[in-house]
T-cell receptor, first 112, second 112 residues
């Protein structure tokens, strides 16, 4: 009965490839987020959607494109993967526009 | 911008000891959140503080919202092995885009 679920948990791929990460929440929350956690464990927001509408788009390369088909799903597509994209990507959701937030278990992306 | 500084960055303690960590900012926050991240998992909300001076407990955890609104403290009493992890403070930005800002985390290690 996972509240925020992400797939895949691990993603190992070659530089230059395109990949997608999926996220689903069953909490009935209106807002969903993508965070990036670097090797030093620093968490930084990338995007947030409220009822399928993009409300935060941080300074992220346009190779990253989020898509929210409905308010329970927020996917992240990454084009032309680079070595610096290696990180853990977390999906989160919240009832309101900011906090408190429930996080998924993360997708560990490794670029070879 | 609004940034959060956590100290200490890491702690090594004996099981049974009490733990104290803090989070400070040069800007005021209206909400303080404390999360814990276990290895291989996403952050989990421990305590939320919404009022200056507020003191809130969750089991062996106690957190306080500083009266200056620029700091918060988290204490753990009688630590046990499952307290191991990274503790993050977070707060929503007041100015600009509404987003959650995270501290860099305090890594807690417990020697049995």
């Amino acid at each position: 009965d996972t509240a925020v679920s992400q797939t895949p948990k691990y993603l190992v791929t070659q530089m230059g490839n395109d990949k997608s990460i999926k996220c689903e929440q069953n909490l009935g929350h209106d807002t969903m987020y993508w965070y990036k956690q670097d090797s030093k464990k620093f968490l930084k927001i990338m995007f947030s959607y409220n009822n399928k509408e993009l409300i935060i788009n941080e300074t992220v390369p346009n190779r990253f494109s989020p898509k929210s088909p409905d308010k329970a799903h927020l996917n992240l597509h990454i084009n032309s993967l680079e070595l610096g994209d290696s990180a853990v990507y977390f999906c989160a959701s919240s009832p309101g526009r900011i906090e408190p937030q429930h996080f998924g278990d993360g997708t560990r992306l490794s670029i070879l | 911008g609004q940034q959060l500084n956590q100290s200490p960055q890491s702690m090594f303690i004996q099981e049974g000891e009490d733990v104290s960590m803090n989070c400070t900012s040069s800007s005021i926050f209206n909400t303080w959140l404390w999360y814990k991240q276990d290895p291989g998992e996403g952050p989990v909300l421990l305590i939320a503080l919404y009022k200056a001076g507020e003191l809130t407990s969750n089991g062996r955890l106690t957190a306080q919202f500083g009266i200056t609104r620029k700091d918060s403290f988290l204490n753990i009493s009688a630590s046990i092995p499952s307290d191991v992890g990274i503790y993050f403070c977070a707060g929503p930005r007041i100015q600009g885009a509404q987003k959650l800002v995270f501290g860099q985390g305090t890594r807690l290690t417990i020697n049995p």
